[in-house]
């Protein structure tokens, strides 16, 4: 078992970015649950434990804990925002709500002998978003950083190894953040930082080998870099034992099936089914428009998709996906508590409750690029690895009137022109998705002397290096100008295309 770091998760929005933060450094984590026993956590290689931040108050009477023996399993215990006061708390100090919230950077003074500060200057910005502080701390603690409004932004209780801070070493903005983590993790927690792709590849193989053994699994495969990765650790960890089976949802962009096919086949020899069901699809979609509803729908036809599909093969137990960290994150608090549902990704909130499988999801703790370059690793075919992102629920959620086929030839004729006329732009590869919406709005033009009443297609355009946070791109005018001119003159059923110039957040990537 390789050396570990556990995250015990409080619901902070923040907690996927130390995890990641930490593989940075090339030590493993996983977050988990924050009331995991203490037996699961004593019987694996944890090298040290993080509390996350939260929502919530310490002293409220549901706020969520962890068993106060972590401290008796003789591990290095660093608590960050919530995770500090709770810590604190355990320990016998006291907290209270701050009269003045503190949101955004501040200055910390940072003093004494603490290693987790060893190398930082004594005067660092950091991040902070709290409301509540520790405001009194027993004796056995030491205050290692302050603010003007936070007399303990720092603590050390030596004799349990426990550190609290209150500000977010996660967050780029605190800007000596990464130090105090490798401090965390080297020279407190005496990592080894052996951990590495090849390495991940490695184990998650042997893993899936024992887990599986001489089952058979088939695989959701999208032809997106998320499931294609899946496809070759299981490639490598099972072989033959892999059917996969590519869906046609009828919601799919222009000869989408056929390019995934072709790439599939012209790359590899995995065993592939093709399902064809845009009939099921869309009479399944008939009259719906609320968004939850579309991705629950599309999340039981498609399992009924690959049950169908798979329904001559022996002894099939596992349903594997390319499941990312933000869908899970996204779509169901992972600690069952306080981060609230934004979307039900298909692939997580949106399947049935029966799945008559159980589920592999390799990838389920990981971001994008992280699985992007994985991919590489794996020596994924380059077509497959720079694949915009595309939805599960595909195009289903970027109509936001009734889907129809009509709608549907509407919207992939305008995806086509976007694509063609971005994709000439040298700035293309920094884009991380760039689509089309289609309106439930219909407006008045003029075309050939003509009056039209038409529909508008928005335009969405986003760099993000996780889908987590997104800044929309500003493209060149000539560009947009080509967009505009052929959608409205060669899309039937299309008189006007707006630019959507929101980020996420406030706004998410997909309009539903
Ligand atoms: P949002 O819209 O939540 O999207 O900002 C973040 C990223 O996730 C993709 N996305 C989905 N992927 N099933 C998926 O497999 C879904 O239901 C789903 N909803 C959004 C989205 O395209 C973006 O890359």
Redesign the pocket.
Do not use: C, Y
């Given at each position: 078992m390789p050396e570990f770091v556990a995250i015990l998760d409080f619901g902070s929005q923040y907690t996927q970015l130390i995890a990641r933060r930490v593989r940075e450094h090339h030590v493993y984590c996983e977050i988990l649950r924050c009331d995991t026993s203490i037996e699961e956590l004593s019987g694996k290689k944890v090298k040290g434990i993080i509390l996350s931040g939260g929502p919530s108050g310490v002293y409220e009477e549901e706020a969520p804990r962890c068993d106060p023996k972590i401290f008796d399993l003789g591990v290095p215990v660093l608590g960050i925002c919530y995770g500090m006061q709770l810590g604190c708390e355990l320990l016998g100090g006291k907290v209270i709500a701050a009269q003045h919230r503190e949101y955004g950077s501040t200055e910390i003074e940072v003093s004494g002998e603490d290693p987790l500060f060893s190398g930082i200057n004594s005067s660092t910005t950091v991040w902070m978003s709290h409301g509540d502080r520790v405001s009194e701390i027993e004796e056995g603690f030491e205050t290692t950083a302050k603010t003007d409004n936070c007399p303990h932004a720092g603590i050390w209780h030596r004799e349990s190894g426990f550190r609290g801070i209150q500000f977010h070493p996660e967050v780029t903005h605190t800007s000596e953040g990464s130090k105090i983590l490798h401090n965390f993790l080297f020279a407190i927690c005496d990592c080894s930082g052996d951990w590495s792709l090849s390495r991940f590849i490695e184990e998650k193989t042997a893993e899936l080998k024992a887990t599986i053994g001489s089952k058979n699994v088939v695989l959701g495969l999208?032809g997106?870099v998320?499931s294609s990765v899946v496809a070759l650790l299981l490639d490598r960890a099972i072989g033959n034992q892999l059917t996969c089976i590519f869906v046609d949802n009828g919601v799919l962009r222009k000869n989408e099936r056929e390019q995934v096919k072709g790439m599939f086949t012209d790359n590899y020899e995995f065993n592939l089914r093709v399902v064809d069901a845009p009939e099921v699809f869309l009479e399944n979609l008939a009259g719906v428009t609320d968004p939850e509803e579309k991705?629950k729908r599309?999340?039981n036809t498609f399992i009924d998709g690959c049950k169908e599909a798979a329904a001559d093969l022996d002894d099939v137990e596992f349903l594997a996906q390319?499941?990312?960290y933000?869908?899970v994150i996204?779509?169901l608090s992972p600690i069952g508590g306080p981060s609230a549902t934004?979307?039900?990704?298909?692939?997580?909130?949106?399947l049935p409750e029966q799945l008559g499988f159980k589920l592999i999801e390799p990838l389920r703790n990981h971001f994008?690029d992280e699985v992007r370059a994985l991919g590489k690793e794996l020596c994924l075919a380059p077509e497959l690895l720079h694949r915009?992102?595309?939805?599960?629920?595909g195009l289903a959620?970027r109509i936001i009137v009734e889907i129809t086929a009509d709608n549907l030839d509407v919207l992939r004729n305008a995806d086509v022109i976007i694509q063609e006329e971005i994709e000439k732009w040298e700035g293309y590869p920094g884009i991380?998705?760039s689509?089309g919406v289609l309106l439930p709005v219909q407006t008045v033009g003029v075309m050939g002397d003509q009056r039209t009443y038409d529909n508008v297609v928005a335009l969405r355009i986003v760099e993000?290096l996780d889908?987590?946070t997104?800044n929309w791109i500003c493209l060149p005018q000539d560009i947009l100008a080509s967009i505009s001119s052929r959608i409205c003159n060669e899309v039937h059923g299309v008189n006007r295309v707006v630019l959507d110039i929101s980020s996420?957040p406030p706004?998410?990537?997909?309009?539903?």
């Open positions: 999208s997106g998320d991705r599309i999340g390319g499941t990312l933000p869908d996204e779509s934004i979307k039900s990704h298909h692939n997580v909130g949106g994008k915009q992102p595309f939805p599960g629920p959620v991380w998705q689509f993000s889908g987590m997104a996420k706004s998410t990537i997909e309009w539903e």
